[in-house]
């Protein structure tokens, strides 16, 4: 049977060979997605971010653990934006060995998609419409770390559920900056810690200062212990419920699917400009000029424009 | 006085005020930077980065002060990727406050360019440039985070630190896979912490394992004592002369010149593609399409990269 028919019926290995022939940008894959496109829509996207030491990784396993007890199934991408491993990476191993692997309701599948040309968003949301063709009623998207990729990432979500942890310190600070206004669910895990307390409430005070129509609620756990993970889901359902019973939702699906647009053409053009030999050699050329001083780079990218983009027979080609 | 005459001389409130419009893409600070980019390449660029808690912004101040000791003037570039905010900001205040910035011979300054239209690299490598031909002899970009932004900013100068902490937990694992290859020099701060001795022996077995030509060294330090600084300085001098007596400083520079070109290229394209109402409006609409299911987002990046950037008639605007 056809890898697409095989996907829609569920099967997990047509699933991972898709999310791997989507890493590597091959065009069958890209094909396949457009023609079963009209099957997403249906999961529930959650992303999960949080600065490294939260314990993301054991959260998203009780999670999960928690949403197969109310018998949906589960999808699982472990994102990791900075590291050039996929499939075989270490958060690929550590998943592995979860137990969860052996629930046949749970697919998982770490991505590390650093060095592909442009390809970080396309990946992954390509893994989260493979994982919604194949019935996924959840699908958690987990990132490493808190920087822009990451941001980008969890904004593809239906809901962001933010990690924080006690101890980070001054760091708190210029995180929450950044986070604040990303998050629609916040949860303090390692709350057996010193200074949980203060961490919830330094994060409510933040959310009482500054917040829209929806004030995200802040919640404690311990992973570890699974403490703390069923008021989490229920917080994550009523984060659903607001945007499902409003036009939230679709606000949110019009304005990520813009996002996506503008992501995929940039990747397009980056690819028309990087995979042919000419002008990467040309661009070398270009920036040794830059590198000596005898040209600057700003008027250099003007004449990239001209030479790659616009073209000297009236554009690229498409 | 003209501005740029005015930051050839040394201007703080020139350079404070071209990093601003450079934040707003000011074309005029843009021919400022055209016309006097010969005056760059003289600086040691020095990336500073590391999972957030780890102490970065005082180990940032303790080295500064340092340099100054070798009476080397410094500019400080705190980068965070995930704050809208500038100058304002939380890291700004912060900085503000320290004492550095009595001293004359620095200059420092925060920035914050999330919801910049691809302005982030744009913003940050113009910032460098701007302190580069003040006169500044060492410039310390600091990001917050540790992600595909903050790699890509770090990648940007001559010598990147790699700033760990103990106690990170399962995630050092993850974060190492990222960042040992962009790593030249490695400090553990906070090392008067449990967990020290095994962060530092953990990193040093990482590096023998994979490592170039250049083994990059692992010291620890704790800033907020000022303990371990000087040590730090030097690994970053054996750093510096080992890049400048091979022809590694000038490979990295053309290759750095490389990213920049193509970043800017992207930036003008992007600009290009959402910088007019018709463009945005249009795809709002394509976007309405897929967020119901109508098309899909592949065939619609097809249809913008045609209809705007190949054009009808013969390409777009440059």
New interface residues.
Partial sequence: MELGKRLLNGDKRAAARLITMIENDDPEA?AI??AY??Y??RARVIGITG???A?K?TLVDKLAKQLRKQNAKVGVLAV??????SGG???GD?IRMSDLNLDPGVFIRSM?T?GHLGG?SKST?GAVKILDIMGMDYILIET????????DIVKAADSVLMVMVP?????????????M?IGDVFVVNKSDRDGADRTKTEIEMMLDFDHGEWRPPVSQAVAVNNTGIEELTENLDRHWNYMESSSKL?EK??????L???D???????KE??GNDDNRNR??E???K??S?E????????T???E????AE???E?
């Fill in positions: 890209v997605l457009s496109f009209s997403t829509g600065p490294p030491g314990g990784s990791d934006p900075t590291s050039p491993f990476s270490i958060l550590r590390g650093r970080l949301l490493v770390g808190v920087g822009q990729s990451e941001v101890g980070l310190g001054d760091d708190i600070q210029a995180l929450k900056a950044g986070i206004e679709i699906r019009i304005h990520n699917s813009e996506e647009i503008i995929l053409t940039q990747t397009a053009i980056l400009m990087m661009i070398r270009l920036a040794q830059v590198a001083r040209r600057d780079p700003y008027s250099i990218s003007q990239v424009l001209k790659m983009i616009v073209g009236g554009g690229m498409v």
